[in-house]
């Protein structure tokens, strides 16, 4: 599925503060080399209904055989091999025996040190790799799972690792054998080694998916084969809130098109993005925050939330809008399936221009009808027009006011709000009475 920064941004996938990501939320990866692996796996979303399945398949393989998982290999078993290929030192003997081991101790200390350190890990990488390949490669194991682990199980077919094998840890092996293992990995193995971590960066970030759909009791959605784009959630929510309200929608070719209203803070941006996020997720083959998803495929998600303006190049937040708007409209005028999540439309103008401007830009997208969209916007008075065109439907959340105060269901219900409680806000929140004092 085609996305680009602009979108995974609005949705929060990635963030600049990097606590309020939907990736670091779900990162849950062992190692470095994991947790960039499993960044590649979001910044790269999948394309196929087979590669989505084959990548939910492993990740609930992964959650049966989870007792399994070799937990030899942690951050700092990685980072110890690494820089024992880094390390320089006085060769290791090359075939070792008591009296060389004796000798390399004797008179090169610190290098036998760090060699005899090194080994240590290296073993047991050796040994969490060989595991893998035990308990994780069998004849019922999932297409992606099971073709690195034939990989592995290759690349571990050494002579030099049988002693690996049959110990449970270093400590079995005599010195000897200690820097003979350290000697053949770091004078042999370097291509190899290196491969298995790369290999092993990908089981972690695979094990993290795992982890985190069993910690966030997240759902593995259903994809259906269809010619158009169809969307249908129940209890759908927001992943990065702590009290999260549920949703219940469908998107079909009848009913493409969503016009949300709804007051400021009612609920409709958490709305639009709780959409993306799931779709983006469902998209990487990891479970998604709600009780059921059920969707086609997509090839594209594009959103236009938080536009903004650019001082250096002297364009207007207005500006950037309608260069979005035209990006998209290029981009998605294709025939093929796109979601697309646009959150107040034009607010960079005037009411009377926005209105114009957004009624335009609404029936053009009403004519591609191979998309999705969802739109929100304060301009409720466009709404009425709009009715006339079958493929639109109209959503809005709905605010109550009891005594000065507001009362938010956060709860879809079908129409078209014509609340107006921006006043009330400055009000309650003590700025009117702030002005009075000046």
């Not at 479970?287 to 997509?298: D, E, H, M, R």
């Not at 001082?311 to 981009?331: D, L, P």
């Not at 191979?370 to 409720?380: A, V």
Request: charged residues 20%; contains cysteine.
């Amino acid at each position: 599925m085609e996305t680009d920064k602009t979108t995974l941004a609005d949705l929060s996938v990635f963030n600049s503060e990097e606590e309020f990501s939907v990736f670091n939320k779900l990162n849950l990866t062992r190692t470095l080399i994991g947790r960039e692996q499993l960044r590649a796996n979001f910044s790269n979303t999948l394309k196929t209904i087979d590669e989505i399945a084959g990548v939910q398949q492993t990740i609930q393989f992964i959650l049966r055989q989870q007792p399994d998982w070799p937990m030899q290999i942690s951050n700092g078993t990685i980072m110890v091999v690494e820089r024992f290929y880094e390390a320089t030192i006085d060769d290791i003997p090359s075939q070792p025996s008591s009296i060389t081991a004796f000798n390399y101790k004797l008179f090169h200390g610190p290098d036998f040190s760090l060699v005899k350190y090194s080994a240590m890990h290296c073993f047991d990488f050796i040994k969490g790799m060989q595991l893998m390949v035990r308990h994780f490669l069998k004849d019922g194991s999932p297409a992606p799972l099971k073709k690195i682990l034939q990989r592995v199980a290759h690349i571990l077919d050494k002579e030099q690792f049988i002693v690996v094998d049959k110990n449970k840890t270093i400590a079995g092996l005599t010195i000897p054998q200690q820097l003979q293992l350290a000697g053949f990995i770091r004078y042999h193995y370097k291509l190899n080694m290196f491969e298995l971590m790369e290999i092993y960066g990908q089981l972690d970030a695979w094990y993290s998916m795992a982890q985190a759909v069993k910690q966030y009791r997240l759902v593995f959605p259903e994809f259906i084969i269809a010619d158009q784009p169809v969307v249908a959630t129940k209890g759908l929510y927001h992943i990065l809130l702590q009290k999260p309200v549920c949703y219940d929608i469908n998107l079909n070719p009848a009913d493409n098109f969503l016009f949300l209203t709804g007051a400021n803070m009612a609920g409709k941006s958490t709305f639009i993005k709780a959409m993306g996020i799931a779709v983006f997720l469902a998209h990487t083959g990891m479970g998604v925050p709600a009780q059921q998803l059920q969707l086609t495929v997509f090839d594209g998600l594009l959103s236009n939330i938080n536009v903004v303006d650019n001082i250096v190049k002297g364009e207007s937040y207005f500006y950037n809008e309608v260069q979005r708007i035209k990006a998209t409209v290029t981009k998605i005028n294709d025939g093929k399936k796109w979601l697309i999540l646009i959150d107040e439309l034009f607010k960079g103008t005037n009411v009377q221009d926005a209105m114009k401007c957004s009624s335009t830009v609404i029936e053009g997208l009403l004519k591609i009808r191979n998309s999705l969209f969802i739109l929100s916007t304060h301009l409720y008075e466009i709404g009425e027009g709009l009715k006339k065109y079958p493929n639109i439907s109209f959503r809005y959340f709905e605010t109550a006011v009891s005594a000065d105060q507001l009362h938010f269901s956060y709860q879809l219900k079908e129409g078209i709000s014509n609340d107006r409680l921006g006043y009330l806000i400055l009000k309650k929140e003590g700025v009117v009475d702030l002005l009075e004092k000046l």
